[in-house]
C-alpha cells in the first residue's frame, strides 16, 4: 500500500510541475504583451494566452482523472487486502461444499460438540478462531471452512475484526446442536430418582453431579473416530 501511495503522488506531482510551467509561461506572456504595438505581436501574444489557458485546463483535468483512478485502485487494493481466508473459500466454494465439509478420519459431530463447549465457556465474548484452532488442532484451512459450515447451519456466529494489523473472525457461539449419539449415555436414562427430579426440587438437573459429569465427558471426548 505504501509503495502504491508513493506512485499516485508521483503521478499527480508530474501533473502539477507541468501545470505550473504553464501557468508561468501563461504569466509571461500577459506581461509581455503591454510593449508590444504592432497588431501582430498583439494576436500572437492572444494566441499564447489562449493556448496556455488552454493547456492549463487540460492539465487540471489530467490530474483529476488521474487522481479518481488511483484513489480507486488503492480503495480496490485495499478492500483484496482485507479479505481473510474464509471470504476467499466463500467466493470459492459452494454452498453444498460447505455444508458438506468433512476433516477425513474425524468425527465431526463430537468436533462440533467440542467447538461448541470451548465457545460456551467464552460465552458473548467468543474467541478469536485462530485461538480455537489451536486448541483443536486444526489446520487453517481446516478451520476456517468448519466456521464456514457452522455459521450456515447457525450453530455460530462470525464477526470480523483486526487483531494485530490482520482482519480476521471472533466466533461466537449461538445455538448448542443436539446429538442423539451422546443422550445413548445420557444418565437420565438409567436415573434410579428421575421420578423425583425437577427443577425447582431437592434433586434437581440444575445441581446433578451426574449430568456435570457427563457433559465434560462429551466434551473432553478424542476427536477421531474409533
Known sequence: MGKK???????????KDKLKIS??????VEKN?????????????KAEIKKAKKTEKTENKKIKTTQKIEKKKAKEAEKEEEKTLEDQLEEQLSKEEIENFQIEKVNMEKLTTRVCGILAEHEDKGIIQSELWKKLKLTSRDGSRLA??????GIITREKILEKERWTYKLILKKTPISTQSLEN????TCPVEQKCTLEGEISPRTCTWIQDWVFLEIKKPLKAQ
Open 5 to 15: 501511495n508513493d506512485d499516485v503522488d508521483s503521478n499527480v506531482e508530474k501533473l
Open 23 to 28: 501557468k508561468e509561461k501563461k504569466k509571461k
Open 148 to 153: 464456514l459450515k457452522l455459521e450456515r447451519l
Open 33 to 45: 504583451e503591454k510593449p508590444k504595438s504592432t497588431k501582430t505581436k498583439k494576436k500572437t501574444a
Open 186 to 189: 445420557a444418565p437420565c436414562l
